[in-house]
């Protein structure tokens, strides 16, 4: 309660004139009168990333790499990679009827979303909006679930090339089907030889199958007051529902719109969420039904040259907890007898926020800074670890559709209740180097 005190403190305090948009609208509905059949459309985002690749200083597999030093999902310190490749279609396919509209996104990068489950290509989203009723628009399929801002709005528009620690640990859902013992890892000396806890498929990209309704409410004063609610599986995408149980979501917006139109309005937003639902581990040989809820409350600020953005996360239950002694998953430890897991708690707690300026030096060259905060399990003594974070970067706008962003992380993660070799262990994060181009067609 005093971390969300203290945000709301800042927030209050400097709201300085993070791009922004209303994304339920953008995302899930076509202009009246205004959308074709067929809209193709696509981005590319190759990137180079870098670390010093410092290796595990303890631990079981102390001499190895370490997790937190590769870039995901090579597990390479030192790479170029095509991080994203996008295409998709939207449009209005019926003349007589244009209150209906779809939307289709494939991924073809390499990331969380293709790496996993299978094949190199990824439908990301899928949907059908129905908008006949006032107030109340329907959309349903696959699709990014109403939320955080980072996750909700569009990549292509990002200030940063990767997302905040809040959002990526608490958010980005990385699928598993067991909880894992932690420790070491998975015990492979007997019979247990070829067990290896890792994921299921690909991340959750913040996405869901389900059915939401929403819309939003223009005011001729220049508000905008957004709402929506949605049930999906909670099995993130690409998969079906593997329980009973159903996830819900709900979010609220109220928008001054300055001026400008789309993904990079000049505006002010508050908006507040909040996600429930459950999910099913196997625990010691029994499968166990977990709460996963997460909530959070934000501001954006975006006029002028200056732009400002917070966010708190708080988060209950589901909580991911890295790998096993910070190796790269499916490592063998040096003794040979454990295999390092992705590790979930199922009962856990952790909370977090980020703050972001930035600063528009010439219309071509905005510089940025964000600082983030994450206490991971904090209803454990020796488990709670605390990340700090704070980029620098830049972007270099080429034209409208194509830019280069470079960003350098200055990182920290502590173990407050730890013992010595987890401490040893985060001592070797290193900072990372990313450069990223993105070209939009």
């Known amino acids: 309660m005093k971390k969300l005190l203290l945000l709301s403190t800042c927030i209050a305090a400097i709201v300085l004139p993070a791009h922004g948009a209303n994304w339920l609208k953008l995302q899930g509905t076509e202009p009246e009168g205004a959308g074709g059949r067929a809209k193709v459309w696509g981005f590319i985002q190759p990137e180079y990333v870098r ?54 996104l494939a991924e073809f990068g390499n990331n969380g979303i293709t790496k996993n489950g299978g094949g190199s290509v990824k439908v990301t989203d899928a949907s059908v909006t129905l908008n006949h009723i006032d107030g109340a628009r329907f959309r349903v399929g696959q699709f990014k679930y109403p939320g955080s801002e980072e996750g909700l709005r569009a990549i292509h528009v990002a200030n940063y090339t990767s997302f905040s620690e ?8 990385r699928f598993v089907d067991a ?12 019979a247990n030889a070829d067990t290896f806890i890792g994921l299921n498929g690909p991340v959750g ?11 939003t409410f223009e005011q001729e004063n220049g508000w905008e007051y957004s709402y929506a609610a949605m049930i999906g599986n909670g099995n993130g995408i690409t998969r079906g529902d593997n329980n009973d149980d159903k996830d819900f979501y709900t979010y609220l917006a109220a928008e001054k719109v300055y001026g400008g139109k789309g993904a990079r309005r000049e505006h002010l937003k508050a908006y507040v969420w909040n996600h429930s639902g459950k999910r099913t581990l196997d ?35 589901m909580i991911f907890n890295g790998t096993s002694a910070g190796a790269v998953p499916g490592s063998i430890s040096n003794n040979g007898n454990a295999r390092a897991d992705f ?12 703050l972001h300026f930035g600063y528009d030096v010439t219309p071509s060259v905005e510089l940025d800074l964000r600082y983030e905060s994450l206490d991971r399990l904090t209803n454990s003594v020796g488990g ?25 992380a200055f990182r920290d993660i502590d173990a407050p209740g730890g013992n010595a070799t987890a401490k040893s262990i985060l001592s070797g994060v290193d900072d990372k180097l990313t450069a990223q181009l993105l070209f939009i067609f």
Do not use: H, M, W
């Open 179 to 190: 909880q894992s013992t932690g420790g070491a890892g998975t015990d492979i000396s007997g």
């Open 51 to 104: 670390t010093d690749d410092t290796k595990l200083k303890a631990g079981p597999y102390a001499g190895q790499k370490a997790v937190f030093n590769q870039n995901r999902p090579d597990d390479q310190a030192d790479e170029f990679n095509i991080r994203r490749a996008r295409i998709g279609v939207r449009g209005t396919p019926f003349p007589l009827d244009p209150k209906i509209n779809y939307f289709i």
């Open 205 to 215: 990209a913040f996405r869901d199958i389900g059915v939401q309704i929403f819309d």
């Open 384 to 408: 709670e670890r605390e990340f700090r974070t704070t980029t620098i970067g830049a972007q270099y706008f080429f034209n409208k559709k194509s830019r280069f962003t470079i960003n350098y």
């Open 343 to 354: 590790n979930v708690q199922g009962e856990g707690e952790a909370d977090g926020y980020y």
């Open 166 to 173: 809040p959002v990526n640990q608490l958010l980005l859902e």
């Open 283 to 317: 625990v010691a040989g029994v499968e166990t039904d977990f709460d996963r809820d997460r909530r959070g409350i934000g501001v954006i600020y975006d006029k002028g040259k200056y732009s400002f953005g917070a966010e708190y996360i708080d988060a209950d239950g």
